[in-house]
């Protein structure tokens, strides 16, 4: 009987209410779901929690617009039968101008707001395009910091913006879309997330924030090369994935650092789902995605048009493979075992792509049983995935792992392959591995663990914990041994799940993962970053933080020379799914006392494309003392192995402010496709990057 008189008091309030629905909201008002108010599908705060309502009893709240009866003070009375509904906004058709400000009373260590849409919130009124701002002083504008920006998902679900912990007594949330459209806000409530105390100090170690809210979980990440946008996916649905789903659709989200806006799209139109793919650049800066869900699909990402589009499949259906670029231009593949239900476990060999013929052709020499790993508990379902691969010199591959074995590969005719020495003692499945300088053939191998997962599925311990060991992989000339040495004494924490990153100045930062590595679980996250000097053979702990990156989760150089590290989860297991990114500022961009560090400028280089071996100019605005070229790739499953750094010496041109550069000649060394450029000051601060093309010298055959 109760449960009927609050639902008539629930429709009542949303139908009867003066003019806050009637008017103003979508004709196709559906039957209200009261049981379906306070749902999620994505994971909460890893530390803190809600402030309780006997606090919230003194909080002040104001806003730039409201209806009668449902005024902004609605969204912290503890009810789930009322709501803060605005007017319409009539100033632009494009964007909203909706914000509300909470006033904690006190200064808190707020660390997430949650906001709680209607039921009917798939029709319009949730909040959808967002920014979130802390103070501690609301009369000075220039003490209100930005933590979270981005898009919710328009869903009736919950909705989160969590950041790291900052000291603050006020909170503005301002709405500059909503869901379907609308020109109005109408939402439930609002919670402010506090915890006992701040961020730990990490003066000198970087900085995080804000956070990036995407629509989506995003599992893999590339890079526009020629916007810039920041492309993310997940599966054929939002916020999960579903192995034998036919739906073989992907969702796509982007976001353009430039204007902070998110927007996202369903691809249907190349009928395939990427959610787990091999993933490279060609030559033109065209992102191949190979594989995955839909096993036997291969799309490109266009940039000049912004478009996807569908290719010729692969010789064999794969997911989890490694994917490479070659000297040539062409993409290699091997490995792959994970896929749809049904998929025939077997020889997942080699084959190259030729985007230019669009023609997959098999090497029949190359067998990933020769590049797969012995120690996993899950056997060959799990031997060959996620492959660590670097193009090299002559047309050559080189596998680095994650199999203690390491090999070379050759390209010609049926393709060759020949043992290269031996990394370590274990396997290191989902561990990283990154050439933070081709020039030398210097590659950092890192973490992992003998098997993908530590436990079974209902507990049980299968596995080996993850391992903290690295190592510097050394190539010389194509088949013969490799040399092997310890990067420093190892990292930190031990970690599995992990991401590498190079960064303009030769320096590797891993980040994320856990130490006892079990899918879609936060248990052991490693949450203290870490930076390997290749210059003093020294791991350094940066700026910790508080949001758990493990499996499904990516990470990405952007060309501001900042980190970006986001995704996790992707499951039916709601509380494991972060539908957000972080950026990570390396100390290099601040000063000692934390304010950004003033950079140099690339004002022009006399070309845009280059072959290897080749040399351009490069203009700046201020000396500077070192310049690199560090690749585009593309990140999922702590794999991208594309990216790679060159360290470029500056030539001095008798022209103030101009340097010429070399291109190293081979094209193993300097793969083709698209690279950013940077350069650096006398203090190692460096350039926001600019976009160079290094085109194909060998023949594409």
Known sequence: MLG?????????????????????????????????????????????????QDERDTWNVACNSELAKHECDRIIDGSNTTFWQTEVDTESVDS???????????????????????????????????????????????????????????????????????????????????????????????????????????????KWGPTVDFPLVPVGAFIDPLGGKVITFSSYAHDSFGQGVSDHTTFTASWDPTTETISHRHVRETHHDMFCPGMAFDVDGRMIISGGESADKVSIYDPMKDDWISVQGMKIARGYQGSATCANGHIFVIGGSWGPV????????????????????????????????????????????????????NNSIFHAGPSKDMHWITLT????????????????????????????????????????????????????????????ITLGDVNTPVKVEPAGRGMHSARSFGHAVILPNGETLVVGGQAEPRVFTEDTGQLVPEIYSPTTKHWTQVAPNSIVRAYHSFALLLRDAT???????????????????????????????????KRPLVLQTSATTVLPGGNFTITTDTEVVAASLVRYGGATHSLNNDQRCIPLTLYDTGTLLEYAVVIPEDGGVAIPGPWMLFVMDEHGVPSVASSLQIAVTVARD
Not at 111 to 136: E, Q, W
């Open 4 to 52: 009927g008189v609050i639902l008539c008091i629930w429709l009542a309030s949303i139908f009867f209410c003066g003019e806050s629905l009637k008017l103003k909201t979508p004709s196709q008002v559906p039957f209200i779901r009261p049981s379906e108010v306070g749902t999620m599908d994505s994971a909460p705060p890893h530390i803190g929690k809600p402030i309780p």
């Open 96 to 206: 909203l101008h909706h914000n509300i400000k909470i006033d904690l009373g006190e200064i808190k260590n707020v660390n997430a707001i949650s906001m709680r849409p209607l039921p009917d919130a798939d029709l319009g009124g949730a909040i959808a395009g967002h920014k979130v701002y802390l103070s501690v002083d609301d009369k000075d504008e220039k003490k209100w910091e930005l933590v979270a920006f981005g898009t919710w998902f328009e869903d009736v679900q919950d909705k989160f913006a969590t950041f790291e912990p900052r000291p603050a007594q006020f909170v503005r949330l301002e709405a500059n879309s909503a869901t379907n459209g609308t020109q109005f806000i109408r939402i439930v409530s609002i919670d402010v997330w506090a915890t006992s105390s701040p961020t730990p100090s990490s003066h000198g170690l970087g």
């Open 342 to 393: 049904g998929i025939d476990l077997g020889d997942r060999k080699g084959e190259t792509y030729d985007p230019a013929a669009d023609k997959w052709s098999l090497l029949s020499e190359v067998r990933s049983e020769d590049i797969a790993t012995t120690m996993d508990w899950e056997g060959e379902y799990r031997s060959d995935n996620h492959v660590w691969l670097m193009g090299w010199k």
């Open 413 to 472: 005719e049926n393709g060759a392959i020949q043992h290269a020495g031996r990394r370590g003692i274990n396997d290191t499945m989902c561990g990283v591995a990154a050439m933070y300088d081709a020039v030398e053939g210097k590659i950092l191998a890192a973490g992992g663990a003998s098997s993908y997962n530590y436990k079974d599925g209902y507990g049980n311990i299968k596995g080996g914990k993850a391992t903290a060991d690295a190592f510097i």
């Open 563 to 597: 980190v970006l590290i986001g995704g996790s989860g992707l499951t039916i297991q709601l509380d494991v799914n972060h539908f957000d990114a972080q950026i990570y500022t390396p100390q290099y961009l601040l000063t000692a006392n934390g304010e950004r560090a």
